[in-house]
């Protein structure tokens, strides 16, 4: 679970800070009795026992009516809700406040697991009437604690409940190569080793399709584009399907003959992660490009220098001649919330999410198309700009 990112939710004052604290076993957040003291979400990385490092991210209370100001703060928290894998809301005195509603109605739309946390038990104990009531809404009573009094004991107890609510509401992406690989097939991979591939190692979604194509009983060859030609000429009448790197697409696509089917990396993760048709019907916005046009780039990794060059000039460079026309490029890096009004762009690209997990892609997706914008990735772009999307798809679809 690398990347897990757990968000905490509340009233003002409920005890969120001080959960994360009791969590991590150390005084990560501050924490007071002024109603209102954390402002903005803040990410702590926390180690939580069988679950490992992960992100905690502590938001303000979602029942701040400090004017302007107040709102705009209930507003990032529930953005924050919109990139967590599970959320914990902290609840007391018997009380599940309208905030509460709002939030747990938001995760269910996402499908986000949450737990319900009883705090302040040492004040005023969870009755039998709330947590009934709790049980027969949500199909579990929320977990007792207080972050005050918890012994080691409550601490694991509460964690053990965190881990159980990731585990069974982990999505799971279809495996890679689902109905793609006979056993004994041969897969081609072109995985080029340039200046941008980093040291000594091969990139996610690459280990990731040897493994898949393993599970499936194929072969899995890999070659850089150079020893491309040369392996065809040789054992092409072998090979079931060639996968590229999409920077490379359209001459891997001039080397490839007709007759075997090529597709790419970025296909291939969007179709794992339920995302390819919303991809397809993104595709067809990009003719509709005009002058001045906005396009926004959602790249969820901000540290690889690969992902950071093809979505900052490569892609804008193509797309742009592309079109023949001028557009804006506006990014947003890592999980960082998507500010104002969407409508006020003409295309989203995605990159292809390959540091975060599943469900944080699929619901920055869900948040994007929801808002009436269409949504492309980095390497069916690449593929549609070089004039290759429609071969390239046609293996997955
Ligand atoms: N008695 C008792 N007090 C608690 C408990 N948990 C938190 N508190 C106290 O409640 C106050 C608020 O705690 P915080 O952790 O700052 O609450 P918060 O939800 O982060 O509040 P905001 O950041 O203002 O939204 C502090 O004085 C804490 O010491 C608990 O389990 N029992
Ligand atoms: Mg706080």
């Given at each position: 679970m690398g990347n897990t990112v757990i968000g905490i939710f509340g009233n003002r004052n409920a005890g969120k800070s001080s959960l994360?604290?009791?969590?991590?076993?150390?005084?990560?957040?501050?924490?007071?009795?002024?109603?209102?003291?954390?402002?903005?979400?803040?990410?702590?990385?926390?180690?939580l026992p069988g679950i490992?490092?992960?992100?905690?991210?502590?938001?303000?209370?979602?029942?701040?009516?400090?004017?302007?100001?107040?709102?705009?703060?209930?507003?990032?928290?529930?953005?924050?809700?919109?990139?967590?894998?599970m959320g914990i809301i902290v609840l007391s005195g018997n009380e599940f406040p309208p905030a509460a509603e709002t939030l747990t109605a938001l995760l269910k739309r996402r499908e986000v697991p949450f737990l319900l946390v009883h705090n302040r038990e040492d004040e005023e104990p969870m009755n039998e009437a709330f947590a009934a009531k709790m049980c027969e809404r949500f199909g579990a009573e929320p977990q007792r604690y207080s972050c005050r009094k918890a012994t080691i004991e409550?601490?694991?107890?509460?964690?053990?409940?965190i881990r159980t609510r990731l585990t069974d509401g982990l999505l799971r992406p279809r495996p890679?190569?689902?109905?793609?690989?006979?056993?004994?097939?041969?897969?081609?991979?072109?995985c080029p080793i340039d200046s941008e591939a980093p040291e000594g190692r091969l990139i996610l979604?690459?280990?990731?399709?040897?493994?898949?194509?393993?599970?499936?009983?194929?072969?899995?060859?890999?070659?850089?584009?150079e020893q491309l030609a040369a392996e065809i000429e040789?054992?092409?009448?072998?090979?079931?399907?060639?996968?590229?790197?999409?920077?490379?697409?359209?001459?891997?696509?001039?080397?490839?003959?007709?007759?075997?089917?090529?597709?790419?990396?970025?296909?291939?993760?969007?179709?794992?992660?339920?995302?390819?048709?919303?991809?397809?019907?993104?595709i067809k916005a990009v003719e509709r490009l005009r002058d001045g046009d906005r396009v926004l780039m959602l790249e969820s990794c901000s540290h690889h220098a690969n992902c950071e060059d093809i979505g900052r000039v490569k892609i804008p460079n193509l797309l742009q001649k592309h079109c023949g026309c001028k557009l804006e490029f506006e990014m947003v890096s890592g999980l960082d919330p998507i500010?104002?009004?969407?409508?006020?762009?003409?295309?989203?690209?995605?990159?292809?999410?390959?540091?975060?997990?599943?469900?944080?892609?699929r619901n920055r997706i869900a948040y994007v198309v929801e808002s009436g914008l269409k949504v492309v990735n980095y390497g069916m772009l690449l593929a549609y700009i070089s004039g290759i999307y429609d071969r390239a798809i046609k293996p997955l679809i």
């Amino acid at each position: 679970m690398g990347n897990t990112v757990i968000g905490i939710f509340g009233n003002r004052n409920a005890g969120k800070s001080s959960l994360v604290n009791s969590l991590s076993g150390q005084e990560v957040a501050i924490v007071s009795d002024v109603p209102g003291t954390t402002t903005d979400p803040v990410r702590k990385r926390i180690e939580l026992p069988g679950i490992g490092i992960c992100t905690v991210i502590d938001t303000a209370g979602l029942d701040d009516d400090g004017g302007e100001l107040g709102r705009e703060r209930v507003a990032r928290s529930l953005q924050a809700a919109e990139q967590v894998d599970m959320g914990i809301i902290v609840l007391s005195g018997n009380e599940f406040p309208p905030a509460a509603e709002t939030l747990t109605a938001l995760l269910k739309r996402r499908e986000v697991p949450f737990l319900l946390v009883h705090n302040r038990e040492d004040e005023e104990p969870m009755n039998e009437a709330f947590a009934a009531k709790m049980c027969e809404r949500f199909g579990a009573e929320p977990q007792r604690y207080s972050c005050r009094k918890a012994t080691i004991e409550d601490r694991d107890a509460l964690t053990s409940a965190i881990r159980t609510r990731l585990t069974d509401g982990l999505l799971r992406p279809r495996p890679m190569f689902d109905g793609l690989v006979k056993p004994g097939a041969h897969i081609l991979l072109v995985c080029p080793i340039d200046s941008e591939a980093p040291e000594g190692r091969l990139i996610l979604p690459q280990v990731m399709a040897i493994r898949s194509i393993l599970d499936y009983g194929g072969v899995a060859q890999a070659v850089q584009q150079e020893q491309l030609a040369a392996e065809i000429e040789t054992n092409g009448k072998q090979i079931a399907l060639v996968v590229t790197d999409s920077q490379v697409f359209a001459r891997v696509a001039a080397i490839v003959p007709e007759s075997i089917p090529l597709t790419s990396f970025s296909m291939l993760l969007a179709r794992s992660t339920g995302s390819l048709d919303v991809f397809r019907e993104g595709i067809k916005a990009v003719e509709r490009l005009r002058d001045g046009d906005r396009v926004l780039m959602l790249e969820s990794c901000s540290h690889h220098a690969n992902c950071e060059d093809i979505g900052r000039v490569k892609i804008p460079n193509l797309l742009q001649k592309h079109c023949g026309c001028k557009l804006e490029f506006e990014m947003v890096s890592g999980l960082d919330p998507i500010e104002g009004d969407l409508s006020r762009y003409a295309l989203a690209v995605q990159c292809g999410g390959c540091m975060v997990t599943p469900r944080q892609l699929r619901n920055r997706i869900a948040y994007v198309v929801e808002s009436g914008l269409k949504v492309v990735n980095y390497g069916m772009l690449l593929a549609y700009i070089s004039g290759i999307y429609d071969r390239a798809i046609k293996p997955l679809i």
